[in-house]
């Protein structure tokens, strides 16, 4: 496969992120089935309008008030959010300041960890974490169980982008707060975070590392919006967003 994708083409953006997904699925830096995830994000996002829309805006802000709130915020990084969001992330990760972590799920070897690090290395991250950690999730069995005992063990809040299930309960359960990004709504990992971002990385990490260069000195206003976070609330609202959406458009079709 080739990158043929014309500057012109309506989608052109979409498209390279595909390419680009794909491409390291071979390299390996993205997991096999990281291929399958991205398509599961592209259809939630159609239904969101491929915008971020105004609620979740609110959710970005409450989610970059709760990092910087934090003694110890701890970024998560995985195949796909590496690729498509590797440079957003090295940004959000300096303007907190946050430490960065490689946590994968599929085929942890501490090659698969040193390429997402070296990656994340050539946008401007200094130090990444996670690379044969010694730490333990407790009770989570899979290989995200691995965490770095500077980073993810230390935490207090922890941002997963494109989690795959159980590590948010478990992270939960030690006593931390869990910032998601996930275009399902109704994911287990979405429901049971501390607040899920229901939007996409590409788009919902500038505007994170935009609202946290916005708040970041203002303490009474970042303990004001931590405090306010309700994921329950939040999540009705995206789901109440996607159902008024897809109602104008089936009224729109039937004018
Ligand atoms: O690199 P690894 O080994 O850690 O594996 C990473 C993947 C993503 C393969 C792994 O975590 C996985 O299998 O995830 P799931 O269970 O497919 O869940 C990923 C979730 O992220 C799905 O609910 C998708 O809708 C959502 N998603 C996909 N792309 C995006 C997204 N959410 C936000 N932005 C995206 N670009």
Same mark, same amino acid.
């Not at 494109?162 to 998601?180: C, F, H, N, Q, Y």
């Not at 590409?202 to 970042?222: C, H, S």
């Given at each position: ?9 309506? !989608? $052109? ?15 390996? &830096?993205? $997991? ?7 398509? /599961? ?14 609620? @979740? ?8 008030? &709760? ?17 498509? $969001? ?9 303007? %907190?300041? $946050?430490?960065?972590? @490689? ?25 990444? &974490? ?13 290989? /995200? ?35 998601? %990004? ?5 994911? /287990?990992?979405? /429901?049971?975070?501390? %607040? ?25 206003? %970042? ?13 009705? !609202?995206? &789901? !109440?967003?996607?159902?008024? !959406? ?10």
């Amino acid at each position: 496969m080739t990158n043929q994708v014309p500057d012109n083409h309506p !989608r $052109a953006a979409s498209l390279r992120q595909r390419y680009a997904i794909a491409a390291h699925a071979k390299t390996g &830096l993205v $997991a096999e089935t990281g291929t399958i995830s991205h398509g /599961r994000g592209e259809a939630f996002d159609y239904l969101l309008g491929e915008e971020t829309p105004e609620p @979740v805006k609110e959710h970005i802000k409450q989610a970059a008030a &709760l990092l910087l709130q934090a003694k110890h915020p701890v970024i998560s990084i995985n195949g796909n959010a590496a690729v498509l $969001a590797g440079q957003y992330f090295s940004e959000l990760s300096k303007a %907190i300041p $946050a430490k960065l972590e @490689v946590n994968v799920f599929y085929g942890r070897t501490q090659e698969r960890e040193s390429m997402i690090a070296e990656f994340l290395k050539q946008y401007g991250a200094n130090d990444v &974490l996670g690379i044969n950690p010694e730490a333990r999730v407790p009770n989570l069995h899979s290989a /995200r169980g691995s965490v770095d005992k500077e980073g993810i063990a230390k935490a207090d809040v922890v941002l997963v982008p494109l989690e795959d299930g159980d590590r948010t309960e478990a992270l939960i359960a030690w006593g931390k707060k869990v910032i998601s %990004i996930d275009l399902n709504p109704l994911s /287990r990992t979405a /429901r049971k975070s501390t %607040i899920n971002i229901c939007d996409n990385i590409t788009r919902a990490i500038p505007l994170m590392t935009a609202y946290a260069k916005e708040l970041k000195g203002y303490a009474p206003e %970042i303990n004001k919006l931590a405090d306010s976070i309700d994921n329950d609330k939040a999540t009705a !609202r995206v &789901l !109440r967003f996607m159902r008024e !959406r897809l109602q104008k458009l089936e009224d729109e079709l039937e004018k």
